[in-house]
T-cell receptor, first 115, second 114 residues
């Protein structure tokens, strides 16, 4: 029962262009979403997050969009840089209970930024 | 501000042996999480502590697994009678009181059971 899905296992983008990574979820109770980046042999690094009360959050080159009706979120990276090459994980959580909660992760999308 | 640290980074063990991993969270983070990641998958939740109290355990955490956080600081994860299916990356994460929904991960311990 995969509640968070990343249907594209890989993506290749040219340096300077926009990278768009997609994520779908099935549990409408999720109310907080996060993106993590992971390099080989390292733990996931927190990138950006969004609460379900928003539809957009921006941090530098990274923007996350949330479409609650479609249960879909996306991460936009503009402009893409070679150092962005990594595996990106989408994760979802519940925070409306007021306590910390486990993260449910997707299977990841490997982004390769080419020169 | 040091990040989450885990020890060891790599562990190779024979089937049937016991192993123990340690996690040191970011100082003053009161919440600590353990996840397991296998090849081609995202991290899967195992268990979670708030201070020294273990508040949630996944059904993935069989009775061969035990986790502790005795003084609310570092945590240990022990696997008894290891099986080849236990081979995975074991990740620890922590979060603060004020932003408890953002978890910060350590580098992980890669376990190989031969």
């Amino acid at each position: 029962d995969q509640q968070v899905k990343q249907n594209s296992p890989s993506l290749s983008v040219q340096e300077g262009r926009i990278s768009i990574l997609n994520c779908d979820y099935t549990n409408s109770m999720f109310d907080y979403f996060l993106w993590y980046k992971k390099y080989p042999a390292e733990g996931p690094t927190f990138l950006i997050s969004i609460s379900s009360i928003k539809d957009k959050n921006e941090d530098g080159r990274f923007t996350v969009f949330l479409n609650k009706s479609a249960k879909h979120l996306s991460l936009h990276i503009v402009p893409s840089q070679p150092g962005d090459s990594a595996v990106y994980f989408c994760a979802a959580s519940f925070i409306n209970t007021g306590t910390a909660s486990k993260l449910t992760f997707g299977t990841g999308t490997r982004l390769q930024v080419t020169l | 501000d040091t990040g989450v640290s885990q020890d060891p980074r790599h562990k190779i063990t024979k089937r049937g042996q016991n192993v123990t991993f340690r996690c040191d969270p970011i100082s003053e983070h009161n919440r600590l999480y353990w996840y397991r990641q296998t090849l081609g998958q995202g991290p899967e939740f195992l268990t979670y502590f708030q201070n020294e109290a273990q508040l949630e355990k996944s059904r993935l955490l069989s009775d061969r697994f035990s986790a502790e956080r005795p003084k609310g600081s570092f945590s240990t994860l022990e696997i008894q009678r290891t099986e080849q299916g236990d081979s995975a990356m074991y990740l620890c994460a922590s979060s603060s009181r004020t932003r408890n929904y953002e978890q910060y991960f350590g580098p992980g311990t890669r376990l190989t059971v031969t």
